[in-house]
């Protein structure tokens, strides 16, 4: 699956910004589509997943009443909707397709297989 990201840039802190994600397909093996982030010299840490056939959400605690997942089925395109941003928000966000998981498991790295090239956000005065 090849994915691509957009939608990053710069803004202040309390300020938005809506990523995209188009994957090339969805498919029984890779039925979700996840958001991760890294920050310069951070670890890859989970934002949010979604299971594309039936919708289930899952979000990390640091976006829940923060940022919130919208699809597109026609155009195989996942949106991040990121509000009330902070500087600690800054980083590369990565989408990821794979098997994914339920709520309990979706955040591991290691149940998506295809990742996109990243688009940076940058959260500052």
């Known amino acids: 699956v090849h994915l691509v990201e957009s939608g990053g840039g710069s803004v202040q802190p309390g300020g938005s910004l809506k990523l995209s994600c188009v994957a090339s397909?969805?498919?029984?093996?890779?039925?979700?589509l996840a958001w991760f982030r890294q920050a310069p010299g951070g670890a890859r840490g989970e934002v949010a997943s979604?299971?594309?056939?039936?919708?289930?959400?899952y979000y990390a605690d640091h976006a829940k009443g923060r940022l919130t997942l919208s699809q597109d089925k026609s155009t195989n395109t996942v949106y991040l909707q990121m509000s009330a941003l902070r500087s600690e928000d800054s980083g590369m966000y990565y989408c990821?397709?794979?098997?994914?998981?339920?709520?309990?498991?979706?955040?591991?790295?290691?149940?998506?297989?295809?990742w996109g090239q990243g688009t940076q956000v940058t959260v500052s005065r």
């Open positions: 990821a397709a794979g098997r994914g998981g339920l709520w309990d498991t979706w955040h591991r790295a290691s149940l998506y297989d295809d």
């Open positions: 397909t969805i498919t029984s093996n890779t039925p979700a």
């Open positions: 979604i299971f594309i056939p039936v919708g289930n959400r």
